[in-house]
């Protein structure tokens, strides 16, 4: 079974809309958990970091929420841009070494 | 500089070519990776260097060769491979053992195509 889930697995939206991805996992012992934004055929980058103690990250139109209790994430997008289709990716790192759990993404498309 | 930096960005080659991938970065991250990705899924780890020493190799086939030069370089030597191997190949590089509040930044990946 995939340790981190992310639903819905992909959705289209209304240019200048909002919209929330969201990421469960199970991985243990949590170190940190990212979200990364992929487009066709590009390497991913980076959109936030929050480790154990960190609720909420900002970066730009993007807000990552994160709930270490129940191993839940979310990932707002707000006034989407058509440029703000691609995949996202959340990204859990296990605490004790560099393995990275991936989650199958989350497919946006932004429609004008 | 932030960048991982990966050459060439496309490759086209056939099952009996000997080429390489490359990959730097000079964030003075001490671990490097690369990972495979086929299209529509996660990336999958092949190989992990840390301190210019393998040490994750994800049970890959050996016409993949992984090299570290140096803490700034990664290379990739590929030899008889199969139309299968087609993917995105990414190369990443962190911080050793600082993976919490530290980048793990991953290069634009190689397009490479099999024929």
């Known amino acids: 079974k995939n340790q981190v889930e992310q639903s819905p697995q992909s959705l289209i939206i209304l240019e200048g809309k909002n919209c929330t991805l969201q990421c469960n996992y199970t991985v243990s012992p949590f170190s940190n958990l990212r979200w990364y934004k992929q487009d066709t055929g590009r390497g991913p980058v980076s959109l936030t970091i929050m480790t154990f103690s960190e609720n909420t990250k900002s970066n730009g139109r993007y807000t990552a929420t994160l709930d270490a209790d129940t191993k839940q994430s979310s990932l707002h997008i707000t006034a989407s841009q058509l440029s703000d289709s691609a995949s996202y990716i959340c990204v859990v790192t296990k605490y004790g070494n560099n393995r990275l759990a991936f989650g199958k993404g989350n497919q946006v498309v932004v429609i004008p | 500089d932030t960048e991982v930096t990966q050459t060439p960005k496309h490759l086209v080659m056939g099952m009996t070519n000997k080429k390489s991938l490359k990959c730097e970065q000079h964030m003075g991250h001490r671990a490097m990776y690369w990972y495979k990705q086929k299209a529509k899924k996660p990336p999958e780890l092949m190989f992990v260097y840390s301190y210019e020493k393998l040490s994750i190799n994800e049970s890959v086939p050996s016409r993949f060769s992984p090299e570290c030069p140096n803490s700034s370089l990664l290379n990739l030597h590929l030899h008889a491979l199969q139309p299968e191997d087609s993917a995105l190949y990414l190369c990443?590089?962190?911080?050793?053992?600082?993976?919490?509040?530290?980048?793990?930044?991953f290069g634009s990946g190689t397009r490479l195509t099999v024929v």
């Open positions: 990443a590089s962190s911080q050793e053992g600082r993976q919490g509040r530290y980048g793990y930044t």
